[in-house]
């Protein structure tokens, strides 16, 4: 009966024991818990548990049930979990082994990633707005699948004690939680509840506690009243403000000396961003993603009225979603504290200004003491709570890009930050490992190991000192918790960079060699290093400037790139800077340069009259005197934009630029101008005759987008000169230049169209923030040269 039935020792299932190991995003993302349910599910035996490169299990069952493991692990991993590899091996069986556990994590070499910063997901959104619950409105509400990660964490492997929440002791429900294998937040590190977690607290601008019963109701009459608050975040804090309030708006530009650049505003839901842009697929989707990056979106022409100087000038609008319990409460409140997330498909009227808090350009606030002392005289108010910010770590800023096949998500970075990093980026192949430092602006570094290449957030400017400061820090920080050592660092060319001295300083204490990078031979080398690509390539970049290796200002480049060596095809026609320093920020000093390229130097003291230095400047640049010579092509639409009359002046880096492509994008296409410019023999290319012809023109729309339609169409007959002449056909385009949205997507269109691989940035920003992985790139390629 038994052996008709299958159940005799001979017809017995026969069992296997597998040894698996994970490697990528696998730790505090509920990972060893959807092992554990699994494994219950496949009556499988073992155990699992963190270790220094990610997790590794031992489970015991059928054949079947173990490939079934294997499979669904892959299939079903949690939302945050990016498996980057998965190894499987026979191993001895365990005649004793009952059940399947979790274990205590292990230490040793670490080769795993910590998870980024999440968004606070719609099951704690359900509890967050529970009134019965016991986590009803708390501020810190998270589990495995939401909330902080890399901005808390000292350390690997990720567990409480190496986070910021290990001064907070879990009260006994909430350690009955982070035991259950079965519940969601079994290990979710940051665990906490009203009872055990962090407090919130609001102080007036002095920095005296205000006796408040409930903090973030006082911050939101605060705010709707005309106050600027400064709110404690997840990587630093925001300075905030009712975007409809002009006065407030106009208080806060003063207050930080923000002059035009426009500000972000965060609103509740898409339905609210709705009001404000013109949200395609992608948008939406950026806007609601985990990673709650700031979105740029195509305004709507009422946005200037209704948000008075939030970004005047301009065509599009800097958009995000709240991603804390903390944000969410402050749009509660305003809506009224419904139960349940039904108001959270409405759309509503509150928009808040939403700004780094750092005065003038220096490193984000994080500090509780550091907030009342550095935010003196520009916060009316500050919100903060007591877990402490471990790394500091701006929000991101994104913008969708046109899709080339339906179903396509496409996004650009203008800064990857908070909600990306760190994120590894997988390299071709393995190499040794480098830590690179970047360049001056939008600073970030990057550190290599194995195939794997890690971005830091975003640094930014270091010209001053609280900014170098910070890039020690992210060295430090970024050594620490990947536990390596370089074998090498690498550079801007520029000697006298802040990131320059600090890798030479870190490369002299470890006896390391430090290398040079050109600055856009690093912009392509960070295109090839993204996407793979073996052999050379030509290179266009286009950018602001950066050091020549003839000891000149470089900027419009066409390079022949493979590995660690470059060469100069061509370059844009120069033009002389009168007073170099002064013609980075006042385009209308570029636009005299181009008038006496053209010969009409006599009209420049009657067309910027109104300009002090305008009498003399004919004189100066007929002398030459204090008139560097720069190839770049941000200084082209700087006298663009100087001779439209669109900017004459700039208060923040790019703003000429930004508002001629805001006029062209509303004017629309345009024709490209016949002959409107010319390409030398020596591989050169000259727009003079576009600027000749804009000079006299009186429609600056209809100007802006004659230029952005010539420039597409003389770069693209500049890239056909040289894949004629090297035989290449592949392209990277990189540059800051190409955050332009009609430049990148006109050009690649049209070298799209005549049969050429067109590479562009997509994982890093085409500007100075993915400089470091192109540095990386290149230094991997000269170790390996030297070793081989």
Request: hydrophobic share 40%; glycine share 10%; charged share 20%.
């Amino acid at each position: 009966m038994h052996e008709e039935y299958g159940t005799s020792p001979r017809n017995r299932p026969q069992l296997e024991r597998r040894r698996l190991t994970v490697r990528g995003v696998v730790q505090g993302v509920g990972f060893r818990p959807f092992v554990y349910r699994l494994a219950q599910e496949l009556d499988l035996s073992g155990w699992v548990r963190n270790d220094g490169s990610g997790v590794e299990l031992e489970a015991q069952g059928t054949a079947g049930n173990l490939s079934a493991l294997v499979a669904r692990l892959h299939g079903e991993a949690p939302p945050l979990a990016r498996i980057e590899r998965l190894d499987s091996s026979l191993c001895e069986l365990d005649p004793n082994d009952r059940g399947f556990t979790i274990s205590a994590s292990q230490g040793g070499s670490v080769t795993t990633s910590i998870a980024h910063d999440s968004a606070v997901c719609d099951e704690c959104l359900h509890e967050l707005f529970a009134p019965t619950g016991r986590r009803w409105r708390h501020p810190f509400i998270n589990c495995t699948q939401c909330g902080p990660r890399y901005t808390i964490t000292r350390g690997l492997p990720y567990d409480r004690v190496s986070t910021s929440m290990a001064a907070f002791a879990q009260c006994p429900e909430c350690a009955d939680e982070y035991r259950n294998p079965l519940h969601r937040r079994f290990h979710a590190e940051p665990n906490a509840c009203p009872a055990c977690g962090p407090r919130l607290s609001l102080l007036e601008a002095y920095g005296v506690t205000v006796a408040s019963h409930d903090p973030i109701a006082d911050t939101l009459l605060r705010l709707l009243c005309g106050e600027i608050v400064a709110v404690k975040g997840l990587g630093g804090y925001h300075l905030m403000c009712d975007a409809r309030n002009p006065e407030a708006v106009d208080r806060l530009r003063q207050r930080k000396s923000r002059d035009d650049k426009p500000f972000a505003i965060m609103v509740a839901n898409t339905a609210s961003a709705r009001h404000w842009a013109n949200l395609g697929a992608t948008d939406e989707s950026l806007l609601g993603s985990p990673e709650r990056p700031v979105v740029l979106c195509d305004k709507h022409d009422t946005v200037d009225a209704e948000l008075h100087g939030v970004a005047p000038g301009l065509a599009w609008i800097g958009l995000m979603l709240p991603y804390t319990p903390l944000h969410y409460l402050l749009f509660h409140d305003f809506a009224g504290r419904p139960a349940g997330t039904g108001w959270l498909r409405d759309a509503q009227e509150l928009a808040l200004v939403c700004t780094s808090a750092n005065p003038g350009g220096e490193p984000l606030v994080t500090g509780d003491r550091e907030a009342t002392r550095r935010l003196m005289g520009i916060a009316d108010a500050y919100l903060l709570h007591d877990r402490e910010i471990v790394v500091r770590c701006d929000d991101s800023v994104v913008r969708s890009l046109p899709a080339v096949r339906a179903g396509d998500l496409r996004m650009q970075f203008v800064r990857r930050s908070r909600g990306y990093t760190p994120r590894a980026l997988r390299l071709a192949d393995k190499g040794e490992p480098v830590m690179a430092f970047g360049g001056l602006l939008k600073n970030t570094l990057c550190m290599t190991r194995g195939d794997e290449a890690f971005l830091s957030q975003h640094v930014g400017d270091l010209s001053c000192a609280g900014a170098s400061q910070a890039l020690d820090e992210v060295a430090s920080h970024l050594q620490r918790i990947l536990t390596l050592t370089p074998l090498a660092v690498a550079h801007d060319l520029n000697p006298d960079f802040p990131s320059t001295l600090a890798a030479e300083a870190l490369a002299e204490r470890l006896g390391i060699p430090a290398f040079p990078v050109q600055h856009h031979h690093a912009h392509i080398a960070a295109v090839q290093a993204e996407h793979h690509h073996q052999g050379p390539i030509l290179g266009l970049a286009l950018d602001g400037t950066g050091l020549g290796t003839d000891g000149k200002a470089w900027g419009g480049e066409l390079l022949q790139v493979d590995g660690a060596h470059f060469n100069r095809l061509g370059h844009l026609a120069a033009l002389r800077q009168p007073d170099a320093g002064k013609s980075e920020r006042e385009p209308w000093r570029m636009a005299s340069s181009v008038l006496h390229r053209l010969g009409r130097g006599d009209e420049i003291a009657s067309r910027f009259h109104h300009e002090a230095a305008a009498w003399r400047m004919r004189d100066l640049l007929e002398s030459g005197t204090g008139c560097p010579p720069t190839t770049s092509l941000g200084r082209w639409f700087d006298a663009a934009a100087g001779l439209l009359g669109v900017c004459e002046r700039m208060g923040y880096e790019g703003e000429a630029a930004m508002r001629l492509e805001s006029l062209a994008t509303r004017f629309g296409g345009v024709l490209p101008l016949h002959r409107g410019w010319q390409l030398t023999d020596s591989g050169d290319l000259d727009l003079l005759p576009l600027l000749s012809a804009l000079a006299d023109e009186r429609n600056p729309p209809r100007g802006a987008a004659l230029f952005h339609a010539t420039l597409a169409t003389a770069l693209e007959s500049w890239v056909l000169q040289a894949v004629d002449a090297t035989g290449i056909r592949s392209v990277a385009l990189s540059g800051g230049c190409f955050l332009n949205r009609l430049l990148s997507r006109d050009l690649s269109r049209r070298l799209s169209a005549r049969g050429l691989d067109v590479l562009e940035a997509r994982q890093v920003p085409p500007n100075d923030g993915g400089l470091a992985l192109g540095q990386a790139h290149v230094a991997r390629h000269i170790l390996h040269h030297c070793s081989s």
